[in-house]
């Protein structure tokens, strides 16, 4: 069996560090180590249009911007396809025949679908395109036949949403859907980077975000401005690294020759959070250490970014060519699908032989009677 990638964004904004962490980094380390036979990278813009009926405006110009920020991390078109969901309809298709392998009440029950419903406060007025999510996700998924998702903990409830149709398919319709497996991080912290306030999770909506395309300026300004601990109020008090989003991030981003060369009084992140423990650390220092941290992480990014920002027309070539390749690949599923299920009716030779052969049957049983 091939070793087959699937996975995307929704494109209601620019990416961001939680984006980086979380998904966007490790998948080029995956594209670039040549275990998979195929990658395929998908710009939701189908399913973003669910919470943004009223405003298609605000896809239609994130489209791109999503897209440099995929080529300014090193996703490269020639070892990964990167399309657009709207531009391949057999999703639609898929999506319309899995609907009925799900109940309202599951979909109702699944934890990722509870917390966005939450967030985006739909209460009662949620959109049936909204809440059948997991469904045209696990359409996206099978269509490319992917084994491997790389996601953030926060989409496991959507994978497995995925496994379940496919079994659920496959047990009706004989083996046909590849069942899918989740690949997280392998830093824990990179799971879910929490917002620049100390809230949950990084998210555009609550505007809590560094961009990966903001410039140097914003960068030291969002940092500077960060979370941390609240009790922290004087150098000599001892700090709280736990729950702190600078300490948080130096997680995830800190490596040991960044303390050499910005911060070389300390070996490595323990024991820089062994001193703010225990008191005698100021915030500002260790803010303007995650700041060089940060500005030499995204700096080439953000050339990179630049540098495609001036072929905005071979973007979108790339993306028509993504589209029209995984439209090729997701026809194949679809004529598959609709093979298991027996609705290929025009192909069915033994069907079409099977009911020539009744109505002659008939016609001759009714000459016999007359």
Do not use: W
């Not at 091939?2 to 080029?28: A, E, M, W």
């Not at 599951?106 to 949620?126: A, Y």
């Not at 220092?285 to 990014?301: A, H, S, Y």
């Amino acid at each position: 069996m091939k070793n087959i990638i699937l996975t995307g964004d929704r494109p209601t904004g620019r990416l961001h560090l939680g984006h980086f962490v979380g998904s966007l980094s490790q998948r080029v380390e995956l594209q670039n180590s040549g275990k998979f036979d195929e990658i395929y990278i998908e710009i939701a813009d189908a399913q973003a249009t669910t919470d943004n009926a009223d405003n298609i405006e605000k896809i239609r110009q994130n489209i791109i911007e999503v897209a440099l920020d995929y080529l300014a991390c090193g996703i490269d078109p020639k070892k990964t396809t990167i399309f657009l969901q709207s531009q391949v309809p057999e999703l639609c298709e898929l999506t319309f025949y899995y609907l009925n392998l799900v109940t309202l009440s599951r979909l109702e029950r699944n934890p990722t679908v509870k917390q966005e419903i939450k967030m985006r406060g739909f209460k009662t007025s949620i959109p049936v395109g909204f809440l059948t999510y997991p469904i045209s996700q696990a359409a996206d998924i099978t269509a490319f036949n992917a084994n491997i998702v790389p996601v953030g903990d926060d989409q496991l409830p959507m994978i497995e949403q995925t496994r379940e149709i496919v079994r659920s398919f496959n047990s009706i319709y004989g083996e046909t859907l590849v069942e899918p497996k989740a690949v997280l991080p392998e830093n824990e912290t990179c799971c879910r980077l929490p917002g620049l306030d100390g809230k949950a999770k990084m998210s555009k909506s609550l505007g809590n975000c560094i961009y990966l395309s903001d410039s140097p300026e914003e960068i030291e300004e969002k940092v500077m401005g960060m979370f941390t601990d609240p009790n922290h109020l004087k150098v000599t008090d001892p700090g709280n690294t736990k729950n702190n989003p600078v300490f948080i991030y130096l997680e995830a981003f800190a490596k040991e020759e960044h303390f050499k060369k910005y911060l070389s009084e300390y070996k490595n992140l323990d024991e820089l959070k062994a001193h703010y423990e225990k008191g005698g650390l100021g915030d500002m220092k260790v803010k303007r250490f995650l700041n060089d941290v940060l500005q030499e992480t995204l700096e080439p990014i953000r050339k990179r970014r630049e540098e495609y920002q001036m072929k905005i027309p071979e973007v979108y070539q790339i993306l028509l060519e993504g589209s029209q390749k995984a439209r090729k690949v997701a026809f194949e599923t679809v004529t598959k699908v609709k093979n298991a299920m027996g609705i290929n009716y025009f192909e069915d030779l033994d069907l079409i032989n099977q009911q020539t052969l009744k109505f002659a049957k008939s016609k001759g049983d009714n000459t016999k009677n007359n």
